[in-house]
């Protein structure tokens, strides 16, 4: 965290200064570690054994918050009889087929409800899996019918028994073995964040994005929200699962998603198969007896639907719904180049986006936008993604031409952050709205400004076009206030237009709880609704603390309804009291009749803590007063997931999908459900026990510089920045350089099958070999900030990695793989194509390594 | 003891008032308190774009993370990097509790703690400034706020500031030859700002302030620590009898300074200078009085 979020740290070191106790776990020694209270290493990779641990840790030792775990989670919800756990099928959930490497995920459902039907087959194993990108982001349906559920947390079936016994081999000793984090290091933590727990107490689970970056990334998070959930630090003050983005507004880029799954506040997109109307899109995201406030999809829906197309969008026309573009399956990243590489698509958009760096194989990347009609690069400096088709490594390797590269690349000049106005989401869900500080100079433009106008003149080519499939274009509402010579759309209108209106009066909504589906309201983004309420742009709020209480809610604004903490019911008893004076945060009011507190409370106002729904009730209707997790289908906080996930209901350790070591927890080395694309572009790497996995011996993880930003775009091409890391580096332990007679700040290689990246090393004792029982294992860190272009340059480390995803949310597996260190620079043009051929010849390398067949999975044995 | 017993001028004093200004605001300076340092060159950064420093050389040092080497003439906030091994007897060694441990995670099997410290340097302006005495234009001279600053339209490039300073501080820069050091940001503080990097430092590790209100705050800080116990922590050069009389600019240092690339025992080289001319003139004297001696008996 101070390496990537230095100006965040400083409530870190705040709150070190105020007594807390900061345990940093991370395979690299970085400046974060330097400052934390305990420092814990471990092989990358390995998080699930390690917080599984803690999970089994919590529960052998009676930890767990009980009050909260039994009244606000599903510990006591029983599963299906058809329900097997890893345990018992060495290393598979139930309903795995191996053919498809996929899961039915039927049998994961809660006793007492039914299986739910999916329309949808299972996908193959080339990437175009239909099922993923259905799950959504919303709180997954369950089937019809009430769980059954066991308050005493004995029945052998309830989920709490179920998770005691799925990590009861995850242990201190398996901890040691497979982490290498040493045993009384871990219990340290163990201990750290069992007694920072429970009715006086909260503990913060911070991550970072590298988290996600591995094919069971899903997982690492669902294993730190069990944790969360198991000691009561979820809804209450001092909690939480925070994700620490890799950008300003990453938060607000899925809220408003660039995610070709997504529509706006977490809606799926459609799919071509099964939403044929709206309708049938509603019903499959709203279960029969949905609970909650997902009940509401209709409304939310039309809204957006109303906020798009206007007053073309009518009853009789499903409101447009049929002007919304399908998903047809993976159109991620990933599988999108892949697609370019194909020659299935023509043309690109990349807004502050440099993928020739940033994104895993690079190579994929380049040779995919050099086989496109058009590329369009909006950015601050002409980067990478913009030069690739003269100065990418392939030209010296001879596979792009210049002369010959049938891509036309259009560059347009950005406007920084502080040359336009709109609003961060960071976080905490929190809005800020951010100041034009001065005027972009030149062709500079922002985002915005683009958007509307390359809109705007594509609906006046389009004007006289009597072609249905121009429509969704000629409909829509595009007549955002402009100003300035430049005529740039007024960013507060846009934000005025996500909040939403009452159509009838035209007055702005204050809550998504008044959106309607018959047509009479617009909102954007139903989440965002009421930072605009009142006609005032609440997000600009800037109310200093010392002139409000702790919780500063008059400081920009959060969403949903400006609430804090999400889910703060749950910082209140059952009966509505707080759990502790000192954790008070939420109550009910008796004497009033209603909720109250420092936060906008998460729940219905009124609803009394001793409510129960009426039989064959749904929405939030269904929601006790005593259930906090009001988006979820059961109103509970999931410590197993019935539904939602493709890769199984718990998280189970997998080793990534190139490691140094067999899985030795299962016969199943990698996720078995992980998203895979094997071709000879993409080759993939022997693992574990496999043949030829020695010739890639040492771990590597890829890593980031307080210095330099993502893909260096805004770090590479400034003189002051570019002086304070001008060189790649490969940072290595003393013992690894010894191995491989390397001494500080020699030239050194890394080799993949995918690439060979070079640059000297840095030998240093913060990073340290691991023990593994008998075995030492070497991991090695590389910035990937480098790349062909800017002030400073290098080889880019992404492009050693290779295209391995979760299959959840087709994330690639970046943060983790295997290589070999070799002394000396690299070959270069013709002669590095032929070193890395015969780096894949000795490895045994072709495109179906890393398949799962029976000899190497185990799969079918 | 004083380092100067035997010398008024030398005494603790403010310095502004000494050098003349009347109504001189209260001296203030930076406490760099170690233990919140980052490391994220934020300091720097922002004081090369205030004050328009060139860049450096742009070369990997292999210095730990610290790629800008010392201060110098385009350095005058430098953050160094110090990656520490401390071997223990054994895994029952006390491991220091504020700082991450690394024992027993060694792949040979050996106990070794580790800690990385960061600190950023700065000039010290200290009390009495060698720089300043040395400097034979006025280039160098002492503000109202009690720093050091060199006024480049004065600066003939004569270098003697450059030996003079005993932290290696003040240098000249290639190609133009004048001296180049921290100003402590004297526009800033005309303009009732706060220097750059104090204001650009997100863990607050680099503060400004009035002297005295830094001094409490250090001592306090201090004994927090010690309390904590991380018994190395000690102060630099906030001691007013000091060999420069106290700095502006102090630290709180997590090792000894010399870990830190500064000297321990900094004594302003100026310091012998009145002695010196004390010994000159009665040398001088001598002399004089043996001439007119030895004109006296030749005229005899």
């Known amino acids: 965290m101070a390496e990537c979020h230095p100006v965040g740290f400083q409530w870190v070191m705040e709150a070190k200064a105020r007594g807390a106790r900061v345990i940093h776990v991370d395979p690299r020694f970085t400046r974060t570690s330097a400052l934390a209270d305990t420092y814990v290493p471990l092989r990358a990779g390995t998080d699930i054994v390690f917080l599984g641990a803690i999970v089994s840790y919590i529960l052998e030792n009676g930890l767990d918050f009980r009050d909260y775990v039994v009244a606000y989670t599903n510990a006591s919800h029983l599963v299906s009889e058809d329900f097997v756990d890893t345990e018992d099928l060495d290393g598979l959930f139930s309903g795995f087929d191996p053919e498809s490497c996929t899961y039915d995920p039927s049998s994961w459902r809660y006793a007492g409800t039914a299986a739910r039907s999916r329309s949808s087959g299972p996908g193959g194993t080339d990437g175009a899996d239909g099922a993923p990108h259905e799950e959504g982001s919303h709180g997954p349906p369950l089937g019809d019918g009430d769980p059954e559920r066991d308050p005493t947390l004995r029945h052998p079936r309830c989920v709490y028994q179920v998770l005691k016994r799925h990590f009861a081999r995850y242990t201190p000793e398996l901890v040691e073995a497979v982490c290498g984090t040493p045993k009384d290091v871990f219990l340290e933590v163990c201990r750290a964040w069992t007694s920072s727990s429970g009715r006086d107490r909260t503990t913060a689970l911070v991550y970072s994005v590298g988290w996600t970056q591995h094919s069971v990334g899903v997982q690492y998070i669902r294993a730190g929200s069990i944790i969360q959930l ?161 100065d990418g490594p392939e030209i010296q390797t001879g596979e792009i031409s210049a002369s010959t590269c049938r891509t036309e690349v259009f560059f347009l000049p950005a406007a920084s952050h502080v040359e336009k106005e709109g609003t961060f989401t960071q976080t905490q869900r929190l809005l ?184 064959g009730s749904r929405g939030p209707l269904a929601i006790a007063g005593d259930d906090p997790f009001v988006m979820q289908a059961d109103g509970k906080g999931w410590l197993f997931a019935p539904s939602g996930l493709v890769d199984g209901p718990l998280p189970a350790h997998y080793e990534p999908a190139e490691s140094l070591v067999a899985n030795p927890l299962y016969g199943q080395d990698a996720n078995p459900a992980r998203q895979r694309f094997p071709r000879s572009d993409n080759p993939h790497q022997p693992s574990g026990a496999q043949s030829g996995s020695g010739v890639f011996p040492y771990v590597f993880t890829t890593s980031r510089l307080t210095e330099h930003h993502t893909a260096g775009g805004m770090s590479r091409y400034v003189g002051r920045l570019a002086d304070l890391q001008p060189e790649l580096f490969i940072e290595i332990s003393p013992g690894l350089a010894s191995e491989r007679g390397l001494s500080h700040l020699d030239w ?114 | 003891m004083k380092a100067f017993p035997d010398s008024s001028v030398f005494d603790p004093l403010d310095p502004a008032t000494e050098s003349g200004h009347l109504d001189a605001p209260p001296r203030v300076g930076f406490f760099t ?20 420093v060139p860049g450096g050389d742009r070369r990997l040092l292999g210095s730990s993370y610290d790629n800008t080497g010392a201060l110098g003439a385009n350095a005058w906030r430098h953050v160094v990097f110090i990656e520490q091994r401390v071997t223990t007897e054994g895994p029952s060694e006390p491991v220091e509790p504020a700082f991450p441990s690394l024992s027993g995670t060694d792949g040979g099997g050996g106990g070794i703690d580790f800690r990385w410290l960061m600190s950023s340097d700065v000039c010290k302006h200290c009390t009495h400034a060698a720089c300043l005495d040395v400097c034979p234009t006025g280039s160098l001279f002492r503000t109202k706020f009690g720093t050091v600053v060199v006024q480049d339209d004065i600066c003939n490039g004569c270098g003697y500031c450059i030996p003079a300073c005993p932290y290696g501080v003040i240098d000249q820069r290639e ?112 002399m004089a009085v043996g001439t007119v001696i030895a004109f006296l008996g030749h005229r005899r």
Request: glycine share 10%.
């Open chain 2, 175 to 286: 190609g133009d030859g004048r001296a180049w050091k921290c100003t402590l940001c004297y526009d800033r503080l005309e303009a009732d700002l706060e220097p750059a990097c104090a204001k650009a430092c997100p863990t607050d590790s680099i503060q400004f302030g009035e002297l005295d209100d830094l001094r409490a705050r250090a001592a306090a800080r201090v004994e927090h620590l010690h309390d904590a116990g991380i018994g190395q922590a000690l102060l630099y050069g906030e001691d007013p009898e000091d060999g420069v009389g106290g700095s502006a600019a102090f630290f709180l240092l997590l090792d000894r300074p010399e870990v830190y690339g500064l000297p321990p025992d900094p004594v302003v080289t100026t310091r012998d200078l009145p002695a010196m001319w004390r010994r000159a003139g009665a040398a001088a004297a001598t």
């Open chain 1, 748 to 861: 050194a290689h890394l080799v993949t099958a995918r690439s060979a990246v070079e640059a000297r090393v840095l030998v240093t004792d913060r990073l340290r070999p691991l023990r593994l029982g008998e075995r030492v294992v070497h991991q090695l860190c590389i910035p990937y900030h480098w790349g062909t272009g800017g002030i400073t340059t290098g080889d880019a480390a992404n492009d050693l990695v290779g295209i391995t995803l979760d299959p959840n949310v087709h994330i690639q597996e970046s943060k983790v793989g295997t290589c070999d260190l070799r002394a000396g620079r690299r070959p270069s043009g013709q002669a590095l194509l032929t070193y890395l051929e015969d780096y894949r010849r000795r490895a045994g390398i072709d495109p179906a390594t890393g398949l799962p067949t029976a000899a190497n999975e185990g799969i079918g044995t």
């Open chain 1, 230 to 390: 198991l000691l009561g630090n979820m809804g209450r003050p001092g909690g939480g699962v925070l994700a620490l983005r890799g950008h300003a507004s990453i938060q607000g880029s899925t809220d408003i998603p660039t995610l070709f799954d997504l529509l706006p506040g977490y809606l799926p997109m459609p799919d071509a198969k099964d939403h044929l109307d709206l309708t049938a899109y509603v019903d499959s995201i709203v279960g029969p007896r949905q609970k909650g406030f997902w009940a509401g999809a209709d409304t939310y829906m039309v809204s957006l639907l109303k906020a798009y197309w206007g007053d073309a969008a009518q009853p009789e026309n499903d409101f447009c719904f049929d002007h919304l573009p399908r998903v047809t399956g993976d159109h991620g990243t990933y599988q999108q180049v892949l697609d370019m590489i194909d020659g299935k698509i023509s043309g690109y958009f990349l807004l502050g986006q440099n993928p020739a760096v940033g994104s895993a194989h690079g190579k994929a990347q380049r040779l995919g936008m050099a086989n496109l009609d058009w590329v369009v690069v909006r950015d601050l400096f002409e980067i990478e993604s913009a030069t690739f088709w003269r």
């Open chain 1, 432 to 615: 800020q709205w951010r100041e034009k500080a001065v005027e972009p100079e030149g062709d500079c433009r922002s985002e915005l400004w683009f958007s509307f106008h390359l809109g705007r003149r594509v609906r006046e080519k389009l004007a006289r076009s009597t072609d249905d499939r121009d429509r969704p274009i000629l409909d829509l509402t595009w007549d955002y206030p402009t100003e300035g010579v430049t005529a740039e759309p007024r960013a507060d209108a846009v934000l005025a237009e996500i909040n939403g209106f009452d159509l009838s009066t035209g007055a702005p909504l204050s809550s998504f709880l008044d959106m309607r589906a018959d047509g009479t309201t617009s909102g954007g983004c139903w989440i965002y609704t009421g930072v605009y309420a009142g006609g005032v742009n609440q997000a600009a709020r800037r109310r200093p603390g010392s002139e409000q209480d702790w919780v500063a809610a008059e400081w920009g604004w959060a969403w949903p309804l400006n609430r804090r903490i999400l889910y703060n019911r749950a910082s209140a008893d059952p009966e509505g009291r707080p759990w502790s004076d000192r954790k008070a945060y939420v109550w009910w009011d008796q004497a009033a009749g209603e909720w109250t507190g420092h936060d906008v409370v998460d729940f219905e106002r009124t609803k009394a803590p001793g409510y129960r729904p009426p039989p």
């Open chain 2, 33 to 52: 308190d170690t233990s919140l340092c980052i490391g994220c060159k934020a300091c720097e950064v922002a004081c090369n774009e205030w004050n328009e």
